[in-house]
């Protein structure tokens, strides 16, 4: 049988899909990232940001470096990340990511169930009435693949794998959350098909009809992945009691049938 290093897995409902989870039953070094839209792609949020200002095309390159030193300059006095920390643009990428800078880095979870929640969090419909959730493979082999990639590049061109250490950003303990960072107008999904070979599959998009949204949410609470878990702060918990209204609005249409 092919195979190939980049699949696509359409399910009709979220039960086919938890009768189906032969990827990730054990510990096989995936992280994963949800997605409100299955036509949405992995970009990044300073791609999409450059895409509207610039449709045409800027200085990539100046344009990178101006926001990463524009970002360092703002925030004195503003951060409590040590000072040998803000040496490590990662580190600085990282911090940025939390408060809505847009960077270069696509947020991902070690858990596929977190995932599955901020795929489905959102009430608005997604436009193809499916979401999704991306599944990369982060094994020894694969890192050593991407350490190969990176050489005689300079750092702005790396694609790398980052695990902050700052303490600034509770939300990505709750979330168990890691970063992959890339060059500007990257595709993961054409990295992996060129750079790694057709023996299994190590990126893996998982497509869920929007019709699952509540029955998905509802599973969820049960396991205690909600907002007031994934978000530790005021906003968290806002979000949660809008959440527990919808969740209890639809029990009650579903026990007066």
Not at 90 to 101: A, K, M, T
Not at 186 to 212: G, T
């Amino acid at each position: 049988m092919n195979k190939n290093p980049f699949v696509t897995h359409t399910y009709e409902t979220w039960q086919a899909f938890l009768g189906d989870n032969q990827y990730f039953a054990d510990d096989m070094g995936f992280v994963f990232r949800g997605h409100g839209c299955s036509e949405w792609i992995l970009e990044t949020s300073l791609d999409r940001l450059l895409s509207r200002l610039s449709p045409q095309g800027i200085d990539l390159d100046s344009t990178y470096d101006f926001l990463l030193k524009e970002f360092i300059h703002s925030i004195r006095s503003r951060s409590g990340v040590k000072k040998d920390e803000l040496l490590n643009d990662s580190e600085i990428w990282s911090l940025g990511q939390h408060y809505g800078l847009a960077t270069p880095l696509l947020d991902w979870s070690k858990s596929l169930y977190v995932a599955l929640f901020f795929a489905f969090e959102n009430h608005e419909p997604s436009k193809k009435s499916f979401r999704s959730i991306w599944a990369l493979n982060l094994c020894p082999f694969v890192r050593e693949a991407i350490t190969e990639f990176n050489k005689q590049k300079e750092e702005k061109q790396h694609f790398k794998i980052i695990d902050p250490i700052s303490d600034e950003n509770m939300r990505l303990i709750a979330q168990t959350g890691i970063f992959s960072r890339q060059p500007l107008k990257f595709s993961i999904v054409e990295w992996v098909k060129e750079n790694l070979p057709p023996d299994a599959p190590y990126l893996i998009k998982i497509n869920i009809p929007e019709s699952e949204r509540l029955s998905i949410l509802r599973h969820l609470r049960l396991m205690n992945i909600h907002h007031g878990t994934l978000f530790p702060d005021v906003e968290g918990a806002a979000k949660y009691c809008n959440h527990t209204l919808e969740l209890l609005t639809d029990k009650r249409k579903f026990v007066k049938k």
